[in-house]
C-alpha cells in the first residue's frame, strides 16, 4: 500500500504555469504513467521520456490530474524520485572516479 504524496512519484509531471516572472509550478501534475499525452509537445514543453501519446493529431489527450500532495493508497505506480543533482554536483560527478579522484581537469 503507498503511502507517499504523488509529488514525491517519479511520475509526476507538474503543470507548469506562466506568469510575469517566468514559469511557476502548480500544486498539480499529471500522473505521466496513467495519462495519454498529445502527440507531440508543445512549443517549450518537456514531457517524462517513455509517455503514452494519442495516436491522432486530432485526438485530444487524457490527462491523469493529481495533487502534489495526495496519497493514491492503492496506486501500484508509485516510484520513488531519483535523486536531482545541482549542475556544479554533477559536474564534480563526472570529473572524479568512485574513489573521489579527479580523473577529467578543467570541465
Not at 20 to 40: D, E, F, M
Not at 62 to 69: L, N
Not at 73 to 81: A, R
Request: one cysteine or more; hydrophobic letters at 25%; proline letters at 9%.
Amino acid at each position: 500500500m503507498n503511502e507517499q504524496p504523488c509529488g514525491k512519484c517519479n511520475y509526476y509531471d507538474v503543470i507548469l504555469r506562466g506568469t510575469g516572472k517566468g514559469l511557476r509550478p502548480t500544486s498539480r501534475g499529471w500522473c505521466a504513467k496513467k495519462s495519454i499525452y498529445p502527440i507531440k509537445p508543445g512549443p517549450g514543453q518537456v514531457n517524462p521520456p517513455g509517455v503514452k501519446r494519442v495516436t491522432k493529431a486530432d485526438e485530444p489527450a487524457k490527462p491523469h490530474i493529481v495533487a502534489e500532495t495526495q496519497v493514491v493508497g492503492n496506486c501500484t505506480h508509485f516510484m520513488p524520485q531519483r535523486i536531482k543533482l545541482t549542475k556544479e554536483e554533477l559536474i564534480k560527478k563526472i570529473q572524479t572516479d568512485k574513489k573521489g579522484k579527479q580523473v577529467i581537469k578543467g570541465v
